[in-house]
């Protein structure tokens, strides 16, 4: 804010980019209240063509200093752009994998390149590549040595499931996780589950042959989506009717494996049948400004546990949350995808942050992580 604030002491513009939508209504607020409504522009998938329109010719005009968006917004037609900045500059969103396909990220640096700008790239765990080269002094590296408000780093427990299943708890909810939640929902504190993988099963499969249900255009397995009774491509989206009978050997030995958030939510339901839930995944914020509904419906009205995806643990600001789960923890490590152990790191220490606010005497945050693996 101070370096955006110096960008337009000298009638500079200046680009802000966030990883996520559901990001955006928060930094908007936050630059709103400093800067005002009318030097903000906000650029994201999200918009209607309409509003798409009013944002362009918005700063095209001039009259917006501050541009705040999602990784399309490096494109804003600014004018006299005097900083580029780019927050949680690890995240893997800035890449665009549908055409036109770019990094937003280089693009930012050939623009400031060509155009003598500082682009700052901020993160708590940064792109290896970013960090190595910051090492090698290619690019300058500042290093914040505090936490915001003197914030202390919560407490860590990791949890083997392995050993759960030992003492024959086959709920995908630990003991010591199970205690923790049952502890907030008595303090009135608000919790937060995470699980990188939405849906009720994440495949579909034949136990008399082994067959596995999968998407005929990407060749993946088929999700199971309870709401909807039907199996879906989380790839290209596309759906077919749930399978009773094997098409390959004719048995009803049909079962469905693996977990996802919305049999997380059916088990929490389950379990803590009077506390209240919400659940944040592409399956629950496909509609306009959903997004924004749900994170002010969990912090407003005090709902007692989110469960979602990744969007739930970026960058968020919930000062009543003292506890974060994170079931299977260890699942994107077996991602296809050469950096799955740092994009693990990533999320992991992101998740442990997500709680911001001061230490109280004698109450503690807390991330609790669930795993088979680390």
């Given at each position: 804010?101070?370096?955006?604030?110096?960008?337009?002491?000298?009638?500079?513009?200046?680009?802000?980019?966030?990883?996520?939508?559901?990001?955006?209504?928060?930094?908007?607020?936050?630059?709103?209240?400093?800067?005002?409504?009318?030097?903000?522009?906000?650029?994201?998938?999200?918009?209607?063509?309409?509003?798409?329109?009013?944002?362009?010719?918005?700063?095209?005009?001039?009259?917006?200093?501050?541009?705040?968006?999602?990784?399309?917004?490096?494109?804003?037609?600014?004018?006299?752009?005097?900083?580029?900045?780019?927050?949680?500059?690890?995240?893997?969103?800035?890449?665009?994998?549908?055409?036109?396909r770019?990094?937003?990220?280089?693009?930012?640096?050939?623009?400031?390149?060509?155009?003598?700008?500082?682009?700052?790239?901020?993160?708590?765990?940064?792109?290896?590549?970013?960090?190595?080269?910051?090492?090698?002094?290619?690019?300058?590296?500042?290093?914040?040595?505090?936490?915001?408000?003197?914030?202390?780093?919560?407490?860590?427990?990791?949890?083997?499931?392995?050993?759960?299943?030992?003492?024959?708890n086959?709920?995908?909810?630990?003991?010591?996780?199970?205690?923790?939640?049952?502890?907030?929902?008595?303090?009135?504190?608000?919790?937060?589950?995470?699980?990188?993988?939405?849906?009720?099963?994440?495949?579909?499969?034949?136990?008399?042959?082994?067959?596995?249900?999968?998407?005929?255009?990407?060749?993946?397995?088929?999700?199971?989506?309870?709401?909807?009774?039907?199996l879906?491509?989380?790839?290209?989206?596309?759906?077919?009717?749930?399978?009773?009978?094997?098409?390959?050997?004719?048995?009803?030995?049909?079962?469905?494996?693996?977990?996802?958030?919305?049999?997380?939510?059916?088990?929490?339901?389950?379990?803590?049948?009077?506390?209240?839930?919400?659940?944040?995944?592409?399956?629950?914020?496909?509609?306009?400004?959903?997004?924004?509904?749900v994170?002010?419906k969990?912090?407003n009205?005090?709902?007692d546990?989110?469960?979602?995806?990744?969007?739930?643990?970026?960058?968020?600001h919930?000062p009543?949350?003292?506890?974060?789960?994170?079931?299977?923890?260890d699942?994107?490590?077996?991602?296809?995808?050469?950096r799955?152990?740092?994009?693990?790191?990533?999320?992991?220490?992101?998740?442990?942050?997500?709680?911001?606010?001061r230490?109280?005497?004698?109450?503690?945050?807390?991330?609790?992580?669930?795993?088979?693996?680390?």
């Open positions: 804010m101070q370096l955006i604030d110096k960008a337009l002491k000298e009638n500079k513009s200046s680009i802000l980019l966030v990883p996520e939508i559901s990001l955006t209504p928060q930094t908007v607020n936050r630059f709103i209240a400093r800067f005002g409504k009318e030097k903000i522009a906000v650029l994201h998938s999200k918009l209607s063509v309409g509003e798409r329109y009013d944002q362009w010719h918005k700063i095209n005009e001039g009259k917006a200093k501050i541009i705040i968006g999602a990784r399309s917004a490096i494109f804003a037609p600014v004018k006299d752009l005097g900083i580029v900045i780019i927050d949680e500059e690890h995240d893997s969103s800035y890449k665009s994998e549908m055409s036109p770019y990094d937003a990220k280089e693009v930012a640096r050939y623009i400031c390149k060509n155009g003598n700008i500082p682009l700052v790239l901020g993160s708590a765990t940064p792109d290896i590549d970013t960090y190595y080269k910051a090492k090698n002094e290619e690019i300058m590296l500042l290093e914040l040595s505090k936490r915001a408000n003197e914030a202390k780093l919560p407490d860590i427990d990791i949890i083997d499931l392995r050993l759960e299943l030992a003492k024959g086959k709920s995908m909810i630990s003991t010591r996780l199970y205690e923790e939640i049952e502890k907030n929902l008595k303090e009135k504190k608000q919790t937060i589950l995470y699980l990188n993988r939405r849906g009720f099963s994440t495949f579909v499969m034949c136990r008399n042959c082994g067959y596995t249900v999968k998407c005929k255009n990407c060749n993946i397995n088929l999700t199971y989506h309870s709401n909807k009774n039907k879906k491509c989380h790839y290209c989206g596309y759906e077919e009717n749930i399978v009773k009978e094997c098409p390959e050997c004719g048995s009803n030995q049909i079962r469905y494996f693996g977990t996802g958030t919305q049999k997380l939510e059916y088990e929490i339901n389950k379990i803590f049948p009077n506390a209240s839930t919400i659940r944040m995944d592409v399956d629950t914020v496909s509609k306009k400004n959903s997004h924004e509904q994170l002010e969990f912090k009205e005090n709902i546990i989110l469960i979602g995806t990744q969007m739930v643990v970026k960058g968020h919930f009543n949350v003292t506890l974060v789960g994170v079931i299977a923890a699942g994107s490590l077996n991602i296809d995808d050469f799955a152990n740092e994009r693990t790191f990533q999320i992991l220490t992101q998740v442990a942050r997500t709680s911001r606010k230490k109280r005497k004698g109450k503690s945050n807390n991330t609790n992580i669930q795993s088979r693996q680390l």
